[in-house]
């Protein structure tokens, strides 16, 4: 299987996104309601959206949330980064990702996870992140231990997708090593 290395970079989410970002939720639902539960239909208009990255830039704006777009060289939307529950005082975040079904296999989750953890050392000076991975996806879980992180335990019926009550891993990443 070839590889494509693609350099991507992670943009922070403005609110003149509403646009491409509806269209790339729109053509990726399907997708990612196979893996994360559904937003439901009130997410999946111009007003949902627009109130969506309300909520993200009120969170950045308070310091609790980076949210990102993964945007490739041509500046398209390729899928979304974000470190959140950012808690300045114990100098820990979690991270989230996901990527638009067209852009998988292709190492962005990867580099998307490394650029997110680059900020949150040297720009929010975090000390940890936590990541969740359910159990059955496999590639999540590989994106993670490839960028360091290691399981910590599991979360017995963390998360409904599908109808269905999924157990994660607990991830965790130290970033105080060298």
């Not at 993964?70 to 996901?98: L, M």
């Not at 360091?148 to 335990?153: D, Q, S």
Request: a neutral charge; aromatic letters at 8%; hydrophobic letters at 35%.
């Amino acid at each position: 299987m070839s590889q494509n290395h693609s350099q991507i970079a992670l943009r922070l989410l403005n609110k003149h996104d509403v646009k491409s970002l509806l269209e790339f939720e729109l053509d990726n639902r399907d997708w990612f309601e196979q893996f994360i539960d559904s937003r439901g239909d009130e997410f999946y208009n111009r007003r949902g959206l627009e109130e969506h990255i309300r909520h993200c830039l009120s969170q950045y704006e308070q310091k609790l949330m980076y949210p990102t777009l993964i945007i490739d060289q041509q500046g398209k939307i390729c899928g979304r980064a974000n470190i959140h529950f950012i808690e300045h005082v114990a100098k820990r975040g979690a991270i989230g990702y996901r990527i638009g079904q067209n852009f998988c296999h292709q190492g962005m989750a990867s580099q998307a996870t490394r650029l997110l953890i680059t900020h949150a050392k040297n720009n929010l000076q975090l000390k940890q992140l936590a990541a969740f991975a359910s159990v059955e996806n496999l590639a999540s879980q590989r994106v993670l231990e490839k960028n360091g992180f290691v399981k910590a335990g599991i979360k017995e019926e963390f998360t409904l997708v599908q109808d269905q009550v999924l157990d994660c891993f607990d991830y965790r990443l130290s970033l105080t090593s060298p």
